[in-house]
């Protein structure tokens, strides 16, 4: 009997068994042993038709092909679509880039829009534009515009208005203390700062400009809107910088603050004119064009400025 029984284990075909064990670890390999399990188990089969029934074994070749097959398929399958996946997840998150870019945009253009309504309303009141610096004619760190310009955007920024000291300057040890209170109106939603107290919207200061400021005495009240004799729809107000410094202080001269106007945007950066419109400038606007736009009664041709078409969020 035990004869018997090796003469018949021994028919067993080894390439059947061996398939058989591979597709088995195949379930845990992969195709490390799926691919082997499957020409081990075709070798047999053929092997075992060709023997003319002296090798058996055809039930552990079939599994070994199948369950190879398994293993094997899940990297067939499986990478493809975790490539797949991850693919689908980069396309997301660049589509949510880009609507986020669009949507601050269009918040950063709402913005000044809002910026420019206040400061109509402010002109319609007291006849002329804020000066940028609201005390002391000739202090060398007053209040700002956007101080001054408070009240007109609504009760809460009143509030805020009423805490400053406005017979002290911006970095007073009382003033200072609000100027991480910078209203969101006057950032752009793209802009990040730590600590919170800058603004983005600067005021075009300087000789000749709506904000002279200091350097003409004649109007250290403030301009009215009689002194702007330049087509006001391409009379500069506010431009956006990257950084326009403390928001209660005041701004730069625009010969200096010409070197910070960028974009926080693609193509180009919003801008407030004396007419009370927002245009986004190409970032290629010539020196030479801001400059004459920069006057108010200069009387100095202003060269037409392609416009990029304004984007709305989806």
Not at 72 to 85: C, D, E, H
Not at 124 to 147: A, M
């Amino acid at each position: 009997m035990a004869k018997v029984s090796d003469c018949e284990e021994s028919r067993v075909s080894r390439k059947a068994a061996a398939s058989a064990v591979l597709g088995l670890l195949s379930l845990v390999a992969l195709v490390f042993a799926g691919i082997p399990a499957i020409l081990l188990g075709a070798f047999s089969l053929n092997d075992i038709k060709a023997s003319a029934g002296l090798k058996t074994g055809r039930g552990l070749a079939l599994a070994g092909i199948v369950l190879g097959s398994i293993g094997s398929s899940v990297v067939v399958v499986a990478i493809p679509s975790v490539f797949l996946y991850y693919r689908l997840q980069a396309d997301r998150t660049t589509r949510q880039a880009a609507d986020d870019e669009v949507r601050h945009e269009a918040e950063c253009r709402r913005n000044l829009e809002q910026i420019g309504q206040a400061l109509q309303r402010y002109v319609k009141k007291q006849g002329r534009y804020p000066r940028d610096g609201v005390y002391g004619f000739g202090s060398t760190s007053p209040l700002g515009w956007r101080v001054a310009l408070l009240p007109e955007l609504g009760a809460e920024h009143a509030a805020l208005h009423e805490r400053f000291h406005h017979d002290e300057p911006w970095d007073s040890p009382h003033n200072k203390t609000l100027s991480d209170s910078a209203p969101l109106v006057y950032r752009c939603p793209s802009a990040s700062f730590d600590p919170p107290g800058k603004a983005v919207y600067s005021a075009v200061t300087g000789p000749g400009t709506v904000f002279p400021g200091d350097h003409e005495p004649n109007v250290k009240d403030g301009t009215r809107p009689t002194d702007i004799t330049d087509d006001p729809s391409q009379t500069l107000v506010l431009v956006e910088t990257r950084d326009a410094g403390v928001w209660s202080a005041m701004d730069l001269p625009f010969d200096l603050l010409r070197k910070r106007v960028d974009s926080l945007h693609h193509g180009g950066y919003h801008a407030l004119f004396a007419d009370g419109t927002v245009q986004l400038l190409p970032d290629s606007t010539p020196l030479s064009t801001l400059n004459a736009m920069a006057t108010r009664a200069a009387g100095d041709a202003v060269p037409p400025v392609p416009k990029r078409p304004l984007r709305t969020p989806r």
